[in-house]
């Protein structure tokens, strides 16, 4: 009787543990992680930590949809800075961001969905500056502004340029109007819309030296047809003319 009452004991506990693991199973429920990177993905108030429908932008709008489409299930949260962002999603089972560029040294970190929007690569100036510029390697001499943990400031730190970082991307347009730094490398749309919002206005664009497409990245962990699902949902909406609608409600 007793030993009889122990396996019924086991089997109950084993099949808690199961259950368990099957709700925290990354197939069930993705966690989506972004950052304020207007036009693409924002705060509602501004502030940089946000979840769920406090969070716009095209690539937020599109997002949503392609996981309504494709039936998974997700949380969202924005956060601050995009390095912890990154870290997250590349180490956590079931974690995901964007938006992210798509360059060689990330491809085999992530499983990738997309592309979700273009992001040039561009050299911003004051609007009444002199400097003039044909290749990257003329920016040398020059004092640049980037967004610290971003793929461009990367790329210019790797090619020798050493941009002066800041954790907010924005800060680098008043940064730019008051002289500390002579240039900004930034993402197109998304730089002039950050200028904008400080009410900065008049930059002008002395260099475009990328072109880069902008994905959602899921941690490797994912399965892979989640991956499929999504990006079924993603070229359908692409199809359909409704990703198109998303980006004119923003631009």
């Given amino acids: 009787m007793l030993k009889r009452f122990l396996l019924v004991l086991a089997s109950a506990s084993l099949l808690l543990i ?7 199973s990354p197939d069930t429920d993705l966690v989506l992680l972004t950052e304020n990177f207007p036009p693409y993905n ?3 108030n501004g502030k940089n930590f946000a ?3 406090n ?3 095209i690539a937020t709008d599109i997002v949503r949809e392609m996981f309504k489409r494709a039936d998974i299930t997700y949380s969202l949260t924005l956060r601050f800075p995009w390095e912890r962002v990154y870290k997250l ?4 089972p079931g974690y995901g961001a964007f938006v992210m560029a798509r360059l060689p040294d990330r491809e085999n970190l992530f499983k990738w969905v997309g592309p979700i929007g273009p992001d040039d690569w561009i050299m911003l100036a004051k609007a009444d500056s002199k400097i003039t510029l044909e290749t990257l390697e003329d920016a040398r001499k020059y004092k640049i502004g980037a967004y610290k943990g971003d793929a461009i400031a ?7 340029l050493k941009p002066m970082v800041v954790l907010r991307d924005q800060d680098n347009a008043k940064k730019l109007i008051s002289g500390q730094i002579d240039l900004w490398a930034t993402g197109d749309p998304a730089g002039r819309y950050l200028a904008r919002q400080d009410g900065v206005t008049g930059l ?10 902008l994905y959602l990245v899921l941690n490797k962990n ?3 047809e989640t991956v499929a699902r999504l990006q079924a949902a993603l070229d359908q909406m692409r199809k359909d003319g409704r990703v198109d609608e998303i980006m004119a409600q923003y631009l």
């Avoid at 999603?89 to 956590?92: G, K, T, V």
């Avoid at 990367?154 to 020798?160: D, I, N, S, V």
């Avoid at 002395?206 to 497409?213: C, D, H, P, W």
């Fill in 18 to 24: 199961n259950g368990a693991h099957a709700k925290d």
């Fill in 42 to 44: 924002m705060a509602k």
């Fill in 51 to 53: 979840q769920d429908e």
């Fill in 55 to 57: 969070i716009n932008g």
């Fill in 89 to 92: 999603a590349l180490e956590n």
């Fill in 154 to 160: 990367m790329t210019l730190a790797k090619q020798g």
């Fill in 204 to 213: 002008k664009t002395v260099l475009r030296f990328n072109s880069a497409e």
């Fill in 222 to 224: 994912v399965p892979d």
